[in-house]
């Protein structure tokens, strides 16, 4: 069966300083793969997503970028951190072609 | 463009009484796909149920069913003998379908339920 795992499960990190959170997905292979963030209170919006290894869409121009160096593997980055950058950051995946999209269980960012 | 809308922001049921979630969209594309998603405390984005846009009879899994109104753009989630642990947020979300072969989700606000002993 295919797992989504993602790392850390909660950061707490200064302004300015790099972002680096982690996707990966156990048992399936070419996944479309998803970057979503959910404000407090809030429903999800897209941020990324990747067709492919080194395919790479933004929805929305941010302080973020994203990159795929293996066909399971999703990043999210930041150079430099933003206090509006914190929020629950939430990775997804789906079959090529297929509807459904299963999500990970998260990363609570908190920037200070 | 297309969009979700949930109407309830919070709802209350008795353990083991029905509840009906709200939710209601927008598009003019004719082909398009209808989620529900729970959200515990944990935050975990947990898949529940599907309809198709051409599906012909309502989709049902487990406890949870939807209540399709394709007329209305509705599409209600159905939860049946609640249970404690259905307490979470329920979002509604509509899939997008872009060339490249990905498919988008946009979200609904959701709405928080709340199961009473």
């Known amino acids: 069966s295919q797992t989504i795992h993602q790392w850390p499960a909660t950061l707490v990190q200064p302004v300015g300083s790099p972002l680096s959170l982690e996707c990966t997905v156990e048992?399936?292979?070419?996944?479309?793969l998803y970057w979503y963030r959910q404000a407090a209170g809030r429903g999800l919006q897209l941020l990324f997503y990747?067709?492919?290894?080194?395919?790479i869409s933004s929805e929305v121009p941010q302080n973020l970028s994203a990159s795929r160096p293996q066909d399971r593997q999703f990043i999210l980055s930041s150079k430099k951190l933003l206090l509006s950058d914190s929020g629950f950051y939430l990775c997804?995946?789906?079959?090529?072609?297929?509807?459904?999209?299963?999500f990970g269980p998260g990363t609570r960012l908190l920037v200070l | 463009a297309q969009k979700i809308t949930q109407t309830q922001p919070g709802m209350f049921v008795q353990e083991k009484e029905a509840v009906t979630l709200d939710c209601t969209y927008d598009t003019s594309d004719p082909s398009y796909g209808l989620f529900w998603y729970k959200q515990p405390s944990s935050g975990e984005m947990i898949f529940l149920i599907y309809?198709?846009?051409?599906?012909?009879q309502n989709a049902t899994e487990g406890r949870y069913s939807l209540n399709f109104q394709k007329a209305r753009k509705s599409a209600n989630l159905v939860i049946s003998a609640s249970q404690l642990g259905d307490s979470a947020m329920y979002f509604c979300?509509?899939?997008?379908?872009?060339?490249?072969?990905?498919?988008?989700?946009?979200f609904g606000a959701g709405t928080r339920l709340a199961v009473h002993p």
């Open positions: 048992g399936t292979s070419n996944p479309n």
């Open positions: 979300a509509m899939r997008e379908v872009f060339s490249g072969g990905y498919n988008k989700l946009i």
């Open positions: 309809q198709g846009s051409y599906d012909q």
């Open positions: 990747s067709v492919g290894i080194g395919q």
């Open positions: 997804a995946w789906s079959p090529l072609g297929g509807e459904t999209q299963y």
